[in-house]
């Protein structure tokens, strides 16, 4: 998960595509945009209802159980936990990280799959805390926040439509407050499922130390037959590898 209090990379979503609104509730700041033909005026108070049975249900296990919380390897969820945390938990046991490390995929997918419950949606996009989840017609391009690292929001991946719905994850060692044992000032991790690349955003980001570890890095990756591209910033260099092309950005 990486968080960025300005949360400058929001503009690069402000274009005639999209009719984006943010919802707030506790420490949950989510932006969310649907394609402008979809759009209704009751979505922002359905998805604030939405985020609200999602922190809250989680909030009380939590405090029952506060080492699911803290624990920084596979955890397993007791019997009560929302159904929610008991799929992170199972991302956590395939991943070898602790189950947080998936919160914020797995908040922004649950969310955008909620939403179009209630709404007939051609496209959405969710982004909680730099972390997004899309499911599009039309491919679409992402930026990199990457900190300080001359490349960030210079740099970025071109989904393609063909593999919607998915996540697009964002770790850095750098940037936010989020636990990192790597120096990475951004590894973004795609896969179809966006809990998935979240945890495997903060297991490939915790292995970069240097610009030379990028190429050791993503023959990892290559191997993880559930990832569908990766994008590796350290200072100015850069690694990528899979089914996504690299952008550039002015």
Same mark, same amino acid.
């Given at each position: ?30 932006? &969310?945009?649907? =394609? ?94 730099? =972390? &997004? ?26 989904? =393609? ?52 570890? &990028? ?36």
């Amino acid at each position: 998960m990486q968080i960025h209090n300005d949360r400058t990379y929001r503009k690069q979503f402000r274009n005639d595509r999209w009719h984006g609104f943010v919802v707030k509730y506790k420490e949950t700041d989510v932006w &969310i945009g649907v =394609d402008k033909k979809s759009f209704h005026r009751e979505m922002p108070e359905i998805v604030e209802q939405i985020i609200r049975v999602l922190r809250d249900e989680s909030d009380i296990y939590l405090k029952q159980d506060p080492q699911y919380r803290l624990s920084l390897v596979p955890y397993f969820a007791q019997e009560s936990a929302p159904k929610i945390l008991k799929e992170m938990s199972e991302i956590s046991r395939r991943t070898g990280v602790g189950p947080m490390a998936a919160v914020a995929g797995a908040f922004a997918a649950e969310i955008g799959q909620e939403l179009k419950k209630h709404f007939q949606i051609n496209e959405i996009i969710i982004e909680n805390g730099g =972390d &997004i989840y899309v499911d599009i017609q039309n491919d679409i391009e992402i930026a990199v926040f990457a900190g300080k690292s001359p490349l960030s929001e210079k740099i970025g991946l071109r989904i =393609d439509a063909k593999f919607s719905p998915l996540g697009i994850c964002t770790s850095s060692g750098t940037v936010g407050p989020s636990l990192s044992f790597g120096k990475a000032d951004a590894v973004m991790i795609a896969c179809k499922n966006a809990a998935l690349a979240d945890a495997y955003a903060s297991v490939f980001a915790n292995k970069i130390q240097t610009p030379k570890d &990028i190429d050791s890095v993503l023959k990892q990756i290559e191997h993880e037959k559930n990832i569908l591209s990766a994008l590796i910033v350290k200072d100015d260099k850069l690694g990528i590898i899979g089914e996504f092309e690299m952008v550039l950005f002015r």
